[in-house]
């Protein structure tokens, strides 16, 4: 078994390291949705899940079906990651718009948020199912079947590390990942939007009171956390090649996960998390088999709430950094 | 905040109408409330005739529809009411003692050959177990994180069920015993303690025996000591705390009670169905039973009925509409919380509790009206 591990090592590891990327990237929605509304935003998997099918809409338009090079490889994937934003930052802020807003206005319970949440989760997965898989996508009959990308990009080995190659998707996926993480660090940290997200974070009241436009920050906190989610879909869709109605479960479940590990309303917490739960779970994963994947990302959970709720980086969306 | 009459419009006046109602039930003298409950039992037992059936369900047999999912539902709904309607704590993992239950009765009936009703029994306090176990650690959590860790455990639960062989991994369990029958006890033209394959009415009058003791025990700890305490855990735990309530302890209860309840149903429907997968026991079943409390109104035993049982029905009503049913069941989860977040019939403690703003588990954050009053009257100058 320990033999296994030293085998498996650096794979798992450049595969831990991609799926944390996604997870990251997934989870910076949760953790900004919650700073700001203090809502745990559970429709978020399926802003995910409408992603992937956003930058599946380009290659599908385009006719694509054999493998790129160059210049128009590079067009596409670009294509593909703004499709995604489009479609995940779309389905964000209408979200927001009709199952959140109006409870917010009332100041209803988080059982009520929670409810409409699951009820908005559920109404979408079958929206793809039935009518945007079918009849956008030209599927009749299969909007339930799993759905793949024809292959864009070949996967050439980039480098190696200890004999062990590590492909140019995956290389993509991190490197991508990264990039957006610290495009939105920038944006909450140096822009004025981002001062508006950080304040309302700490004080809504306040926040108010400065003449912060909150219904205007709520909605920019779902559209930039609906962005991440839709990179997160293309990013995963082009290097894993498939998709389907109900992918955004699990991908959600974990996400959040990895928002709570960092710490919740934290989002170098998401990153740091993020990464953490690719690694763990692959890890694991060498010692139990894949089947049990899911059950240790889930025992991470529960561990972690139990016995530091704050997570890593504790919760710090709200507190100072101002 | 412009208070509006609480008379005007529908919704009001069926508020109102349902407190009238309720006031006229308390003022009701001992004997007329055993005449309705009589009746309600009476109704529940008549319920699977035909000519009944030919309305509620022209499409599939009305009978098996009463136990499943009808039937089940509304004793979910009860066992969950008492975790989340009383107590306030959120529990998206329902379905784990469902699935706890239902493998107690498959593993004890096939491996062991013990009998159901030895089963019921143990596996009730296999469930209650189970809950205690799950809660000793979680219980310390609030609100929503309490919601994502049952969500973690139902899940482990169900994974852990599929990648398990020595329970039948994905296969699950086949050949589960049914309940001991004994023959020739005729009523009407149903022999009520037939146990097998054919009718569902022995089944259907085993589960409503099976309810009517289950609420009979809860509405009794709900007036109880116990009760008021949950209440108060659910207004406001810290308050709870300070004024002697040893909080822990009786948020420990609710789940254990609530599991018992879910474990019990899990027993009889294992016994029923013959065959279980862990694919029965989904995260959806937990939404679905979530939603019936809420939708119902929480915390109110006949609203939370009410609701399991429209959950329940609907879809199987319409199934004309089957492909769209589920995308019909959340939008109308959607606008259900935007237009009656108290349910459909509430207890009044609960619509007063909501009115204040919390409803026991805290608002969203942000609620400032604000900048939508302002950009109001910017408008009107």
Redesign the interface.
């Known amino acids: 078994m320990f033999n296994d591990f030293i085998n498996q090592f650096w794979p798992s590891t450049i595969d831990g390291l991609a799926f944390g990327s996604i997870y990251a990237l997934i989870a910076l929605g949760y953790t900004m949705v919650y700073g700001?509304?203090?809502?745990?935003n559970f429709a978020h998997s399926e802003v995910f899940m409408i992603g992937t099918f956003g930058a599946m809409f380009v290659p599908f338009v385009l006719g694509i079906d054999s493998a790129l090079t160059g210049l128009a490889l590079v067009g596409v994937i670009i294509l593909m990651i703004l499709a995604g934003m489009l479609a995940s930052a779309g389905t964000a802020v209408a979200l927001e718009r009709?199952?959140?807003r109006?409870?917010?206005?009332?100041?209803?319970?988080?059982?009520?948020?929670?409810?409409?949440a699951?009820?908005?989760?559920?109404?979408?997965?079958?929206?793809f199912a039935?009518l945007v898989i079918p009849n956008l996508f030209d599927r009749p009959q299969q909007g339930r079947i799993q759905m793949g990308l024809p292959r864009l990009m070949e996967r050439t080995e980039l480098f190696s590390i200890f004999g062990h190659s590590v492909r140019v998707d995956q290389v993509l996926v991190i490197v991508a990942a990264l990039g957006m993480m610290i495009a939105l660090d920038r944006l909450v940290n140096r822009t004025k939007i981002g001062r508006g997200i950080r304040a309302?974070a700490q004080n809504?009241?306040a926040a108010?009171?400065m003449g912060?436009?909150?219904?205007?920050i709520?909605r920019m906190t779902f559209l930039i956390g609906g962005g991440m989610a839709g990179v997160a879909g293309a990013l995963y869709l082009i290097s894993y090649e498939n998709t389907n109605y109900l992918i955004g479960?699990l991908f959600g479940?974990k996400a959040?996960?990895a928002a709570?590990l960092g710490g919740i309303g934290n989002l170098r917490g998401a990153l740091v998390g993020g990464i953490a739960l690719g690694l763990v779970e692959n890890y694991g994963a060498i010692f139990f088999g894949s089947?049990?994947k899911?059950?240790i990302s889930?025992?991470i959970?529960?561990l972690v709430?139990?016995f530091r709720?704050t997570g890593i980086l504790g919760e710090s969306l709200q507190q100072a950094r101002a | 905040m412009n208070e509006k009459n609480p008379l005007a419009g529908f919704r009001g006046r069926l508020s109102h109408f349902a407190d009238q109602m309720h006031d006229r039930w308390l003022n009701t003298p001992g004997w007329q409330r055993w005449i309705v409950y009589a009746a309600l039992i009476v109704g529940a037992l008549l319920l699977p005739s035909e000519s009944i059936g030919a309305f509620m369900s022209p499409d599939t047999d009305w009978a098996s529809i009463l136990f499943f999912p009808i039937g089940t539902f509304v004793l979910l709904a009860i066992g969950l009411n008492v975790v989340v309607g009383q107590a306030g704590l959120l529990d998206l993992g329902f379905v784990a003692f469902y699935a706890v239950g239902g493998y107690s009765m498959a593993l004890l009936g096939t491996r062991m050959g013990w009998d159901f009703w030895l089963i019921m029994v143990v596996g009730i306090g296999i469930c209650a177990l189970s809950g205690i176990t799950l809660g000793a650690p979680t219980l310390r959590l609030r609100g929503d994180y309490l919601a994502i860790v049952t969500l973690g455990f139902g899940e482990i639960i169900r994974i852990t069920a599929r990648n398990t062989d020595e329970i039948g991994g994905p296969n699950g369990i086949r050949g589960i015993p049914h309940p001991p029958s004994i023959e020739g006890i005729m009523i009407g033209d149903v022999e009520i303690f037939k146990y097998g394959v054919l009718d569902p009415r022995p089944y259907y009058y085993l589960l409503v025996a099976l309810a009517v003791v289950v609420i009979i025990l809860v509405k009794r700890w709900e007036k109880s000591r116990v009760g008021r305490a949950w209440a108060a855990i659910r207004e406001d735990e810290d308050a709870a705390e300070v004024m002697g309530v040893p909080t822990f302890r009786f948020k420990m209860l609710a789940f254990a009670i609530g599991a018992s309840i879910g474990g019990a149903m899990g027993v009889l429907w294992a016994a029923k169905s013959i065959s279980i997968n862990p694919n029965d026991f989904q995260f959806l079943l937990s939404a679905t039973i979530l939603a019936a409390v809420v939708m119902g109104g929480a915390g109110n035993l006949p609203g939370v009925m009410l609701g399991a049982f429209l959950v329940a029905w609907l879809p199987e009503r319409f199934r004309g509409l089957q492909e769209y049913r589920m995308l019909i069941f959340g939008a109308v989860l959607v606008a259900l919380m935007i237009f009656r977040p108290e349910g459909l019939l509430p207890s009044r403690q609960r619509k007063a509790e909501l009115k204040e703003g919390s409803g026991g588990m805290g608002t969203l954050g942000a609620e400032v009206p604000g900048p939508q009053s302002h950009g109001e009257e910017v408008a009107s100058k």
């Open positions: 700001v509304l203090r809502l745990i009709i199952a959140y109006p409870l917010r206005r009332r100041g209803a319970s988080r059982l009520a948020a929670l409810i409409s699951i009820g908005a989760s559920i109404f979408l997965q079958e929206l039935l309302t809504p009241e108010v009171l912060v436009d909150i219904d205007k709520v479960f479940i959040f996960t709570v089947d049990w899911h059950v889930f025992t959970l529960v709430l139990m709720p």
